[in-house]
């Protein structure tokens, strides 16, 4: 199996952030992490924009709305 590339790994990389990624995915996006630069600053930057978003928005996400928005992105990935 080949090493992921930077377009895999910007469409898993919202699953990743949140944990949603099975094991061995999750492991070939951290190894690419390790080693690219550039994804790994896009990591960053998502990274801090969702905690900062989360210590400004303190009410829950209703869980019917999570589940939609979850599967319109996984039917259209960012990028």
């Known amino acids: 199996m080949s ?3 930077c377009e895999e790994v910007l469409r898993s990389l919202e699953r990743y952030l949140d944990g949603e990624l099975p094991a061995g995915a999750r492991t070939e996006v ?5 080693r690219c630069g550039p994804c790994m600053d896009r ?6 924009l969702k905690a900062l978003l989360a210590s400004r928005c303190r009410s829950e996400v209703p869980a019917e709305l999570y589940a939609r928005v ?9 990028g």
């Open 43 to 48: 990591a960053g930057f998502r990274s801090r």
């Open 30 to 34: 951290q190894e690419h992490l390790g």
């Open 3 to 5: 090493p992921i590339d």
């Open 70 to 78: 979850r599967a319109l992105l996984d039917e259209h990935p960012p």
